[in-house]
């Protein structure tokens, strides 16, 4: 190809073509936890209301639900990727070996906010959000306002097994934030003027974006870190939807979403779409939609247990995948009650895995 104005607009273009074909076509999941919110300015502010308000009969004058004094921000965030392009490439007409290039990079770009969403709902358990609690924490207030109304829970387990997540996201307010500034563009810096032509004879083509994440409501997220079972399963749910506002009535929440790491993708599936479980009628199929995630392991509080495979009929059994297959397809030979690997990921401060009612509540046993 002769290197001209006219046809490195063609090659652009092109690869514009190409890239946005693969960005409508990607698969990603943010979308579906994620309150999006379009940002206009370097930061966005928000004052979240101290609970969940519902209708209330009016009697005497209304009742205000005040912006909560306890407000976070959200700053925005400048994301790129890059590849050159030699000019001889270009002269030699093999500029289309780059297609596949600019394909992965809308792919790797639509996926980025999966990545940045679920690695953070995975460090909820050390991560404050706007209440001053870890967002995964035994002791959220009910009311900012008003420390007589007590605490809820929103975390169970032991902390010994991959964690998996009930979330509410029904509502306009949801779990996760999605802040999008600027979204994805697929950009070029091909002038002769520019430095990277004239010294080193290389187009510029690149993907960039500004967004970023932050954490939601607590009342709307769920987690437990012991192994997911149905009897687990049943107490995590019934205590997320049993809880109250500051007014004493019932949230109305409901969990919609399962989220959990791959290792727990057998036993989600089984729990979520069979329907039976051990000769009985599964009560629970279909009850969630779930999500296998691996992005959930790009956490920084990961633990080795959190890439191990849950073994749904001996769920005090985990094993890493390092173990490999086995001739009769069945897991190895258990040798201890504990999982084979995986540390707890409570925190000292506070004790963020550990259900305050774990022995009436939850068993790490399932049952």
């Known amino acids: 190809m002769e290197i001209s104005t ?10 514009q073509k190409v890239f946005n074909e ?42 205000i639900h005040r912006l909560g004094s306890q407000g976070f921000a959200i700053r925005n965030k400048n994301w790129e ?29 639509a996926t980025h906010p999966d990545q940045l969403i679920f690695s953070l709902l995975g460090d909820g358990f050390k991560t404050k959000c706007y209440d001053g609690r870890n967002f995964f924490d035994t002791a959220h207030p009910v009311s900012m306002n008003d420390k007589k109304r007590g605490t809820y829970s929103n975390v169970f387990g032991s902390g010994k097994y991959a964690p998996w997540f009930l979330l509410d996201c029904s509502r306009p307010l949801r779990p996760l934030i999605f802040q999008n500034r600027m979204p994805l ?20 083509y690149g993907a960039e974006a500004r967004y970023n994440v932050g954490l939601g409501m607590p009342q709307l997220a769920f987690a437990c870190t012991d192994p997911l079972t149905p ?12 809880q109250r506002g500051d007014n004493g009535r019932p949230l109305g929440i409901r969990p919609t979403h399962l989220v959990t790491v791959p290792g727990n993708e057998g036993v989600a599936l089984r729990l979520l779409r069979s329907e039976t479980i051990d000769a009985s009628t599964n009560e629970w199929a279909g009850s969630v939609k779930p999500i296998i995630t691996q992005y959930l392991l790009g956490a920084s509080s990961a633990t080795d247990a959190w890439e191990n495979v849950a073994d749904f009929i001996s769920p005090n059994f985990s094993y890493g995948t390092a173990l490999g297959t086995s001739e009769d397809g069945k897991p190895p030979v258990a040798t201890s009650t504990e999982p084979s690997t995986g540390t707890s990921a409570s925190t000292p401060e506070s004790d963020a895995n550990t259900s305050p009612n774990t022995t009436e509540t939850s068993s790490t046993d399932g049952k």
């Open 6 to 15: 006219g046809n490195l607009s063609l090659l652009f273009n092109g690869y």
């Open 22 to 63: 693969a960005l409508e076509s990607a698969q990603s999941q943010y979308k579906e936890i994620s309150m999006i919110v379009p940002s206009k300015t370097t930061q966005e502010l928000y004052g979240w209301l101290d609970n969940l308000p519902g209708m209330r009969e009016w009697v005497g004058d209304r009742v």
């Open 81 to 109: 990727q890059t590849i050159g392009l030699d000019r001889d490439d270009i002269s030699d007409d093999r500029y289309g070996l780059f297609a596949p290039l600019v394909r992965n990079m809308a792919v790797a770009g």
């Open 185 to 204: 563009m697929f950009v070029q810096k091909t002038s002769p003027q520019t430095d990277n032509v004239f010294f080193e004879r290389t187009y510029y």
């Open 231 to 242: 009897y687990n399963y049943s107490v995590v749910r019934a205590a997320m939807m049993s």
